[in-house]
């Protein structure tokens, strides 16, 4: 079994067919200790953050990211990921929501995260403008969502399969496949490829009976699977002392005077990592007039 998580990226029937296969459990298992998330928030999150793993690994440059933001009708509200090339931060404005299983025993994600809604993905690419894509929500449950934005913001038909196994607050397994057949792809293969999909529709069930390398090769057994690459993957989020004084700046010099005055300091906590940030008075005053005198910010 795999020592860590891990993404594959696999080339099928020759440059025809384009896949991602990654395990993500300790990425999940480490969201989910930060957060004290109940079981089917876990879920969530973890489909969230294994979705947009995906669409980080296909960023080039070093400096570029892609921020998945779901805004949905559920109690969860707003969740949160943001990826690069193997990293990945995850938030929710409610991740300890509790609901009943479905009636099928499985997690109720859809429910969670509401079933009606918005996906919406930036990407930096490190220019001026970032692209921006949207797509409706049409399940709540993140995979047939991500499926969606891909074909309507990206116009990439893709089958997606994301899951997470839970028990109590353990992350049993968790892990995500996306297969996009290429232009020029034949009718006959892209019809071997929806024979097959029963096989990935509970991947982390899955993934307790094999490692993500033999279930590539019994799931797509005479369709000769090529790993190209493997990207460990990990949880990290990138907040510092820096970012919070330029969001304290961002405030403007009528807010943070009124830090100064009113507050005796700030203590700035992060989303992501819940770290804690604490300005004093003094140090609140130093940005300000470091602020005005670059010009960052209008003097009074």
């Known amino acids: 079994m795999a ?5 594959l990226q696999i080339d099928l029937c020759e440059g025809q067919v384009r896949v991602m296969l ?9 969201c989910a200790d930060i957060h004290g998330s109940t079981p089917v928030c876990t879920a969530a999150l973890g489909r969230l953050m294994t979705g947009t793993l995906m669409l980080g690994i296909m960023m080039k440059g070093d400096d570029e990211s892609v921020t998945v933001t779901l805004k949905g009708d559920g109690p969860m509200g707003s969740l949160v990921a943001v990826a690069d090339h193997g990293h990945v931060k ?9 609901l009943a299983p479905r009636e099928d025993g499985k997690l109720d994600v859809g429910s969670a995260v509401g079933r009606h809604g918005r996906m919406s993905v930036i990407k930096d690419l490190g220019l001026k403008k970032n692209y921006i894509g949207q797509s409706e929500l049409v399940s709540g449950e993140i995979a047939m969502d991500f499926a969606n934005y ?7 038909p893709s089958l997606v399969a994301l899951g997470v196994l839970v028990s109590g607050e353990t992350v049993l397994k968790a892990g995500g496949l996306l297969i996009q057949p290429l232009p020029g792809c034949p009718d ?5 490829l929806e024979l097959r999909s029963p096989m990935f529709a509970d991947i982390s069930r899955e993934m307790t009976y094999a490692p993500i390398e033999q279930l590539c090769r019994d799931w797509f057994q005479g369709m000769n699977p090529k790993i190209l690459e493997r990207t460990p993957l990990d949880y990290r989020c990138t907040c510092s002392r820096e970012r919070m004084e330029k969001a304290l700046i961002s405030l403007g010099t009528k807010d943070l005077q009124s830090l100064i005055d009113e507050d005796q300091g700030a203590e700035l906590v992060c989303h992501f990592c819940h770290g804690k940030y604490k300005f004093s008075t003094e140090e609140l005053r130093e940005l300000m007039r470091n602020a005005v005198k670059k010009g960052e910010a209008e003097p009074e």
């Open 90 to 98: 995850a938030c929710a404005d409610d991740p300890r929501v509790d």
């Open 22 to 30: 990654c395990e993500t459990t300790a990425t999940v298992q480490r």
């Open 150 to 156: 891909f074909t309507v913001s990206e116009q990439q």
């Open 188 to 192: 006959e293969v892209i019809d071997q």
């Open 3 to 7: 020592d860590r998580d891990e993404m």
